[in-house]
């Protein structure tokens, strides 16, 4: 079974701090993304990532910067935390080709206080 | 670009009524589909999904859908609901920009006893 697990199911943070949140997958899969999930707004692409070291923004990339050094890890990094990011952030990944299936990590949700 | 739309975010069924969620995408090349299931506080989890070949697609959970293309509709159904159903349902298509794929706002469904 395809496994993406993510650092933290739950976190509280404070407006200014760094925040990193991390995801891992166990499948070899080439593309890694982060999501944030608001109510009635669906999912929206924050970053993604294809390959070591390569990223690309997505929808919503502002105030929000990634890091892959490992092709199974992917960190998704709030340079300073802000009240309106507290969201629930889902870390996905899937093969570079094929039918381009997610597989979803089981979510943080970050409060920023 | 490609979106997707879901009709209704909130819909409401008795148990063993039949459940449908509405799905439309706006490309003209037929896209791969999927539908995916959010439980509270959980990832997404693959239902079913739509590539090439027969457009009736049968999933897990006794869930299935039909691909119509003149239509561009993708609905998801069951005959007959259960408690269990009782979670958030988003519809995704390949958004013929590489490997993204781009998601509706997401239904939630409720079942009454």
């Known amino acids: 079974d395809v496994k993406v697990t993510q650092s933290s199911r739950y976190l509280v943070k404070r407006t200014g701090e760094k925040v990193f949140l991390e995801c891992v997958q166990d499948?070899?899969?080439?593309?890694m993304f982060w999501y944030r999930q608001d109510p009635g707004l669906g999912l929206r692409l924050i970053y993604f990532?294809?390959?070591?070291?390569?990223?690309e923004k997505g929808d919503i990339p502002e105030g929000y910067s990634v890091s892959r050094e490992k092709k199974e890890r992917f960190s998704l990094i709030l340079e300073s935390a802000s009240t309106n990011q507290t969201s629930m952030y889902l870390c996905?990944?899937?093969?570079?080709?094929?039918?381009?299936?997610?597989?979803f990590g089981p979510g943080t949700r970050l409060t920023v206080t | 670009a490609q979106s997707v739309t879901q009709l209704g975010s909130h819909v409401s069924v008795s148990e063993g009524a039949l459940v449908l969620l509405r799905c439309n995408y706006s490309?003209?090349?037929?896209?791969?589909l999927f539908w995916y299931v959010q439980y509270p506080n959980q990832g997404l989890q693959l239902l079913l999904k739509?590539?090439?070949?027969?457009?009736l697609v049968k999933g897990i959970n006794g869930f299935e859908a039909e691909f119509k293309k003149s239509e561009t509709s993708f609905h998801l159904t069951k005959p007959s609901a259960h408690m269990s159903d009782a979670a958030e349902y988003f519809c995704?298509?390949?958004?013929?920009?590489?490997?993204?794929?781009?998601f509706g706002a997401g239904t939630i469904l409720r079942v009454k006893s």
């Open positions: 490309s003209s090349v037929p896209p791969y």
């Open positions: 995704a298509a390949d958004g013929n920009n590489g490997n993204k794929l781009v």
């Open positions: 990532s294809y390959d070591v070291k390569m990223k």
């Open positions: 996905a990944s899937s093969f570079l080709s094929g039918s381009n299936e997610q597989y």
């Open positions: 499948m070899d899969h080439e593309n």
């Open positions: 739509y590539t090439t070949g027969a457009t």
